[in-house]
């Protein structure tokens, strides 16, 4: 149940802080008290968003907060969604949701920080706020099958179908996402086959380049290398006066002075060195000029050749070979994935049957468990609509199987409604007036409360459209839903006031600031003539008075 709720600088309320009874709490007060901006401040502990346009005091953060008691059963429901967050358990459990003077959300579960969403999650299971607009709901596909669900206690089995659900959708994803990758790399794959081929073929070896650039130059230069070496050796040993005879000639000059001069052995060794090293020197020149020769041939194919590197180069923006031999493997491996694509693809559509074979059957599970209920449904909510004076009333729910899987199942659910008898039923938003609307919603939500085991529901203005006899009935269901939740009740009827075990005034009072929104638990005296105002106005009559006590049994 809802223990206590505090509020602090929301809209017209400044400060407000209420304890609530178990039972039927009802909640009165004159239209503009603030019953509603209650309403709305407990929606941001649902989850619900919020602006600084909320703040009464623009300079300073609005509170909320909300303290749940919960019974054994309900605790023990949650204890699994603590365990999965990473939240320590507490009773009472305590919601928190702040607003800043610059806008900042913070939202509190038991004094820790979350996320809103986990907010809202938590809040779902705690409490449900009907409010005003809530009827129109009512002709929504999602809250018809919603009704459903709830009555057949399908969470279990809709958080299975989820999983598979999420797995099934994800494989589409990961299929198109292939299927458009593939696609592109086989739009792609003939100019990948043709950019490696034209690389490939050449047989480029990572050194080649400068190889063949420095053959290329040497034959682009062979008469001027032969004719060079022919007169190097002409100099060294082929001449008249070359340096080889005439270094021989001092090398025996050297040999007469070494028999007296001690110093002439170190010059004629020295001599004798360079003399076989140009003699060597003079060998080679003579041989290497012997074969260079010119060959245009060879030159041509060089040329040839190195144009293909120089044009390969220049077309992928690159500089060596070494690089065009990178950009080669990297075709090739394109290649290879877009020859892979299929196999990839076949895996998960395989995967992806599989899987559909799983939501299938879960998606069948949950059709034979809502078809089976249906029937209890529609018998129980007929019983309150009897109750609600309503005995010709006629519900009809049908479950049509869709062609493809959605977040749910495959299943659309259509509630057809008709008040009044010997009128076949339609879809509720083209038949049901404005009271019709009320009093189906409560047997609704009546019907469903039991089987979603929420602590606690909040009714605002339920009764509209109705007065009378089907407001005292209306009271009396609302006070056997009770007995086994919490429920709170916005009323203006007296019918309904009277048959709550607690009665709280919401009402508005002038101060030094401006006008605020608060709230008071009545006694027994303050309940009559609260009640008695509802029937015959302020100041109430006598008449009311008596009649107000007769309404509480007094």
Known sequence: MLASLSIKNYAIIRKLEVQFDPGLCVITGETGAGKSIILGAMGLILGQRADTSVLNNQKGKCVVEGRFALNDTIAGQLDSFFDANDLDFENPVILRREITPSGKSRAFINDTPVQLTLMRALGLNLFDIHSQH????????HFQL?????????????????????????????????AAIAGQSKADFDYFQFQFKQIDELQLKESEQEELENEAEMLS???EIKTGLGHVYQLLDGGEFDVLSQLKDAIAQMQKLSSYFSEADSLLSRLNSQYIELQDVAGECERMAETTEHDPNRLEALTERLNLIYSLQ?????????ELLALRDSFDQKIQAAESYDEQLLAVEKEIEQTRHQVAKVADELHEVRIKNVPAISNEIHQYLTQLGMPNARLKIEIRKKDDFGTNGCDDVFILFSANKGVEPEEIHKVASGGELSRLMLAI???????????AIIFDEIDTGISGEIAAKMGKILFDMSKYMQVLNITHLPQIASRGTSHYKVYKQETTVGVET??????????VEEIAKMLGGDPPQQAAIVNAKELLGI
């Open 314 to 322: 220049q077309k992928h923006r690159v500089e060596t070979v070494a």
């Open 445 to 455: 939500k009546t019907v469903v409360a039991k089987s979603k085991s929420l602590p």
């Open 146 to 178: 919603n009704v459903v669900d709830w009555y057949s206690e399908n969470s279990s089995l809709l958080e299975r179908y989820t999983t598979v659900y999420k797995k099934y959708r994800a494989l589409l994803k990961q299929r198109d996402e292939l």
């Open 134 to 141: 809530s009827n129109l709901e009512l002709g929504k596909r």
């Open 221 to 223: 230069h062979s008469e």
């Open 518 to 527: 608060d709230i008071c638990k009545l006694t027994d005296n303050e309940r």
